[in-house]
Structures are given as structure tokens and as C-alpha cells.
């Protein structure tokens, strides 16, 4: 795919290159709308890594590339406002709630739903998932076909429920948490961008379902404080949690941010749940690997633990692949509060500019041959995905999605079990699965038909030399260095878990070195930890001896 490249001699203050062909009223609202991936892939062939269009009166800003991703993530909310570009949200989570709300405040709520995210409440989800997809496959016999979309759509419904929100929405309001939250989905729309109180039946259905999860909450909080014992689920953290001058959240409050919660760990999750079966099952050689894996690792009845699904390399390649072509999100969107300046481009105040992990994913220069579904990509040899910004299908900087770790944990453990039990087949032809991109949040096409086989294959041994495979090689040097991006780091305190010698992450998140040149009996350790950070907020670097 070739680029055009923008001139590098342009004088400093210039405004972005703009896309031709604008409609009156409209700009270049339909061509986008028709398909937003297809579009922007024009814009940038048209203009390089930066371009501007119009959506009816707005103008907007396409970066695209590693360099252009770092600008985008990294500025302050005070140059790049999250929050005024995400208002589409706000029929949804509430008026003054996580993005409607004012930036010491968001920051607040979004610190209490932290822990729920953290590294230890994190290593018991494994069992819970575990459960609940042995339950959804224990009626299926030996052979029969399903809806993968809608079967990912149920089943991470009930993951994401049963782990975050508490026992009562994942089994005494099952069902009809699941009718609100499907309504609320559909109030993602992309005319509630522009138009978000529009007097659309789809927006009413929005508003009713918010309103009546509101009256389910209260209901729940108030029997929540007649029990003695506490629970510990997100639920549970916001019912106690304070802000700084020590008032609690509302019921309202406590709602929003509770369909903030399962938002960022469902609708998108489902979606890549799907895509990687699919592309599994498009590619038998893939497939055939991950099944090596699994059997060695797992054999057929082996414990999946928040460790063991750390050691399973092959399908964390294949996610993160998956990720690449199919991000859900393909578009995110900030305000332009103050000048931005990139390069020698100047984005005035009022506009809107836009990273793309869709289009950034496809550029050759950083993934060479980018349409090829290719989970190598991502092995110790090739790490193509080692510039930073450049794969950033959970976003990027301080604002990167807080529940990356869990959505990987939850897909890992999904088909650590799934792919054991049954082998899956396509029952269309191949090229009839694409993405849908009428939606928001990108998935499948539905119907999304595949036929599953029980399997009788199951390898009892688990090879050895597969664990050992990724044991670390011996460094030299006398001692390393520590270093910590504070910008990308959110608390989630993995390091401390790893290696407490060397980390300390307190209540608010705030992450201390305790050892500013630690010995290298220490380095195993510290890898562990550089690995394992959700942001990749952590560097070790050794000390060479001479």
C-alpha cells in the first residue's frame, strides 16, 4: 500500500492538508458514515499521516502513524479534552458522570473503579470465567452450529458481569440486565456525535433503559447495606468509595460508572472474542498451533490460573493479531482546547483530531505486509510492535483503556477452554465474515454462522520444552536501571506484585523505585515485572560492565 507523504518543508503554523470533494451542510458526513475505515485509508494514502475533513459543521483531524499517535496520546487533557469529544456518552453514563464531568472529578471516579482492575482482584477472574464457559458449552453435544457473535456477546456479558458487577446483575437480574444493556449499546450511534437527544425511537429505548437501571441500583444498594458482610466487586467499591472532600457517590453517579464498567469490559471484548476464532478457523495452520499450545500446556483437564494463561504465547499472538486488523474501536476523538502543534502543522482550538488504530495498523512501513494476518509478527525475533504507539488497539498514553489487562486475561481464558473442548468450522464461505462498520464498536457481520465438533484429540502429556521455551537468556552486567513513564502509568501495581523488592504502589496509585541500581539476582524479577505492566510503563535497561 503506498503512502503519499506530506512535503517536510512547510513552513512552521501551517494548517493541516484538507480533503476535497465537501458537501454543503454535510462536508464529507456520507462518504465517512458509509465506511469510516475505508475513508480515512483514503485520506491518508491522499494526504500522509495527517488530514483534515468535515463532519456536517465540524472539522476534524486524522494522525495517523507512531509519531502522530505519541502527540496524540500524550498531550494534556488541557490542549487535547478527552471528555468534550466523548459527549455522545453522556445520555448514557449520566450529566456529571465520567466524561460530563469536570476533570478533577472524572479523575476521581476513575481512580475508584481502579482497583477492581489491579493486579490482585485480577488473579481470581480466571476461575470465575473458567465457569461460566464450561456452563455455556455444557448443553452443546458432540456437533452443532451457533451464532458466534451473539454466543460472544452472552458469554462476555456474563464474564464481565459476574466479575465486576457482583453476583446480583449476573444471576437474579440476569435477563433483564441483559435487554437494558443491549438498548444502552444501541445508543451508541453515530448521529449522537452531533445530535445526541434527537427524538429517535433508538435514543428513547436509550433513556428508558438508564433510567431503569437506575431504579435497580438503589434497589440493590439498599439490600446490599442490610447484609452483614461486604462484597468485593466494583459494585461494592463505589457504594463505599468517597471523593476527596468526602462525599459518596449518588445512586446516579454509582450507576453511570457502572455501565462504564461493563462497557469497557463486553462490547468490545465480544467482538474480538469472535474475530479470533474466525480467523482461527480461516487458517487451519494457526489454528493447528494453538491447539499444540493449549494441549501441551493445559493437557485436558489442566487448572487455567491467572499464571498459566501468562504462558501461553502462541494464542497471545493470535489475540494481539486480531487486535490489529480488527481493533473495535477504529476512530478515537479529541477536542482541541488550545493550538496543538505536530510537526510543522498547527490544529486550531475548536477543531477535533482523531487517532486511528485501524489505519495505523495497515501502515507498511511498520508492518510490512499489513493485510496478511500474521501473529509472528509479535514473536522475540521480529517484535514489530516494539516502536512505541504503534500498536494501539487499547489506545495509548495516560487515557489508555484501564481494562486492557482484564480483556486480555478474559479472551485467554475464554479459549483456553473453548479450544480444548470442540474444534470450530466456518459454514459460509470465508470471505462472507467482515466487519460490520455500521456500528460504533466494530464486530463481525451478524449472522455469523460456525459449526462446532467436539474433540477427541486431546493431548494427555504436556511438553516441557514448550514452558521452558521462553526462559530468559543470561544477561551480563554488573546491575540495571529502573526507569517509569509516569505518563503511561495507571497503578495497577502488576510491578509490586512481581517484584515488591524493587516496587511500591500505594492506595492512590502512585508507584515508587525502591531501589535505584538494583543487583542482577534482582533483573529476573524486574523483567517480570517490565513484561507483565498493562501501559508498558516500565523500562530496564542493564548496567554494562567495562
Known sequence: MTTTNIEKTVSPGKEPPTMSYALPLLGHMLEFGKN???????????????????????????????????????????????????????????????????????????KMLMPVLRDKPMRGYAQVIVQEVEQMIASWGDTGEIDLLEFMKELTIYTSSHCLLGDEFRYELN?????????????????????????????RRRDKARARLQELVTGIIAKRAQKPEKSEDAFQLLIDASYDDGSRL???????????????GHHTTAGTAAWTLLELARRPDYMQRALNELDAHFGTDGEVTFQSLREIPVLENVIKEVLRLHPPLIFLIRKVMQDFHFKDYTIKAGKYVCASPRVSHRIADVFPDPEKFDPDRYSEIRQEDAKPFSWIAFGGGKHKCSGNAFAMLQLKAIFSILLRRFTFELIDNKDTYQDDFTQMVVQPVSPCRVRYIKRTDVKYAADESMKNAAQESVQTGSSFQITIDRELCQGHATCMTEAPELFQVDDAGNVTILKESPPLDLLKKARQAEKYC????????LNQTH
Open 175 to 203: 435477563e433483564e440486565f441483559a435487554k437494558i444493556y443491549h438498548d444502552l449499546e444501541k445508543g451508541v450511534n453515530p448521529l449522537a456525535f452531533v445530535f445526541p437527544y434527537l427524538p429517535l425511537p433508538v435514543f
Open 534 to 541: 498493562p501501559t508498558k510503563a516500565i523500562k530496564i535497561e
Open 250 to 264: 449518588s445512586a446516579h453517579e454509582i450507576t453511570g460508572m457502572l455501565i462504564g464498567t461493563i462497557f469497557a
Open 36 to 110: 469510516p475505515f475505508e475513508y480515512m485509508m483514503k485520506l491518508r494514502n491522499t494526504l500522509g499521516e495527517i488530514g483534515e475533513f468535515r463532519m456536517f459543521h465540524q472539522k476534524m483531524v486524522l494522525m495517523t502513524g507512531p509519531e502522530a499517535n505519541e502527540a496524540f496520546f500524550r498531550a494534556s487533557d488541557a490542549q487535547l479534552d478527552q471528555s468534550q469529544a466523548y459527549k455522545i456518552m453522556t445520555p448514557i453514563f449520566g450529566k456529571g458522570v465520567v466524561f460530563d464531568a469536570p476533570p478533577h472529578k472524572k479523575d476521581q471516579q476513575l
